[in-house]
């Protein structure tokens, strides 16, 4: 008998976990969040998907865990110190069995990187900009979750690169970060440079909503290798022995999700997942979601963008 499972969020990314679960043969019921009653939606289910605002996903997760259904909650896990203690305390029973939406961990690029050496890298960059008017048809930031001074922002937005630095180096942590607001959105930043630094390379993030092209990409520096990834065009460039070659990596974007959710209803049944090195297990992954709070409740506005957003 398929798994059923309930994905609570209809938007562009619920509709994806939903289409994907169907394809791997799941029941998938896709509820609004409009929609979304409680509890009783979920108690014929067997896992629940948390594809809402990051505003609203304690009460999801509260009825499936008060249910003993695994979840899969997309990310940010949270931005508030509290509720993100209040949701690990309510996950402990069903930790193993769920997971966080940290779906960059499935791209080759950041696979190739995880097999790799890395112990002679010294400075390493994250880079993520879009200009964020450009990013749906027919959606307006000022009217979206992003705008608001609470859970909004380009930090909670694309946090998938502070997710990769911290798996890719464990020893970092949180040295500061530097943001750029808004005067008409108050609390919200629209551009950040993130400073980790510890037992591992001296480490930057940056990301924002302003970039005129789409930007995706990394580098890493070392004593042995020198890596340049560029995401978002497919060119992958990595040196040693001051030698350059690029690397081939066939790239389907809907691969990582689908990945991502297979690896979910093995979970859910206690089948064997992938072979994905970093498995974003909910209790594994738990690292990263912590020091993306630690980074939004930090954020140090420095000065401001102008525009009509």
């Given at each position: 008998?398929?798994?059923?499972?309930?994905?609570?969020?209809?938007?562009?990314?619920?509709?994806?976990h939903?289409?994907?679960?169907?394809?791997?043969?799941?029941?998938?019921?896709?509820?609004?969040?409009?929609?979304?009653?409680?509890?009783?939606?979920?108690?014929?289910?067997?896992?629940?998907?948390?594809?809402?605002?990051?505003?609203?996903?304690?009460?999801?997760?509260?009825?499936?865990?008060?249910?003993?259904?695994?979840?899969?909650?997309?990310?940010?896990l949270?931005?508030?110190?509290?509720?993100l203690?209040?949701?690990?305390?309510?996950?402990?029973?069903?930790?193993?069995?769920?997971?966080?939406?940290?779906?960059?961990?499935?791209?080759?690029?950041f696979?190739?990187?995880?097999?790799?050496?890395?112990?002679?890298?010294?400075?390493?960059?994250?880079?993520?900009?879009?200009?964020?008017?450009?990013?749906?048809?027919?959606?307006?930031?000022?009217?979206?979750?992003?705008?608001?001074?609470?859970?909004?922002?380009?930090?909670?937005?694309?946090?998938?690169?502070?997710?990769?630095?911290?798996?890719?180096?464990?020893?970092?942590?949180?040295?500061?970060?530097?943001?750029?607001?808004?005067?008409?959105?108050?609390?919200?930043?629209?551009?950040?440079?993130?400073?980790?630094?510890?037992?591992?390379?001296?480490?930057?993030?940056?990301?924002?909503?302003?970039?005129?092209?789409?930007?995706?990409?990394?580098?890493?520096?070392?004593?042995?290798?020198?890596?340049?990834?560029?995401?978002?065009?497919?060119?992958?460039?990595?040196?040693?022995?001051?030698?350059?070659?690029?690397?081939?990596?066939?790239?389907?974007?809907?691969?990582?999700?689908?990945?991502?959710?297979?690896?979910?209803?093995?979970?859910?049944?206690?089948?064997p997942?992938?072979d994905?090195?970093?498995?974003?297990?909910?209790?594994?992954?738990?690292?990263?979601?912590?020091?993306?709070?630690?980074?939004?409740?930090?954020?140090?506005?420095?000065?401001?963008?102008?525009?009509?957003?």
């Amino acid at each position: 008998m398929a798994m059923r499972i309930a994905v609570i969020g209809a938007g562009s990314i619920g509709k994806r976990h939903h289409g994907n679960l169907t394809a791997l043969g799941a029941e998938a019921v896709l509820i609004p969040w409009r929609d979304y009653r409680g509890a009783a939606q979920l108690a014929d289910c067997d896992g629940v998907v948390v594809a809402t605002a990051t505003q609203v996903r304690l009460p999801v997760i509260a009825d499936a865990t008060a249910l003993g259904l695994p979840f899969y909650v997309e990310k940010p896990l949270a931005f508030d110190p509290a509720e993100l203690a209040e949701i690990e305390r309510l996950a402990a029973p069903v930790a193993r069995r769920s997971m966080l939406g940290y779906m960059m961990r499935y791209h080759p690029a950041f696979r190739f990187l995880a097999r790799m050496d890395l112990s002679d890298i010294y400075r390493a960059r994250f880079e993520i900009g879009h200009d964020v008017r450009q990013w749906r048809q027919n959606w307006r930031f000022a009217d979206s979750y992003a705008a608001k001074a609470a859970g909004g922002g380009v930090l909670l937005d694309l946090c998938h690169e502070l997710d990769m630095a911290a798996t890719l180096f464990p020893g970092l942590a949180l040295d500061g970060v530097k943001s750029l607001g808004h005067a008409a959105y108050p609390g919200v930043d629209f551009s950040d440079d993130i400073l980790l630094s510890g037992a591992g390379p001296l480490t930057t993030v940056t990301m924002d909503y302003l970039s005129p092209v789409f930007l995706r990409r990394l580098t890493l520096r070392g004593t042995r290798h020198t890596v340049e990834f560029d995401l978002h065009t497919g060119n992958y460039m990595i040196a040693e022995d001051g030698n350059w070659r690029q690397v081939p990596m066939p790239f389907e974007r809907n691969e990582m999700f689908l990945g991502a959710m297979g690896d979910f209803l093995a979970l859910i049944a206690d089948k064997p997942v992938s072979d994905v090195e970093h498995l974003p297990r909910f209790d594994l992954a738990l690292p990263s979601a912590r020091m993306i709070v630690e980074a939004y409740q930090t954020r140090d506005f420095v000065g401001a963008v102008a525009g009509d957003y």
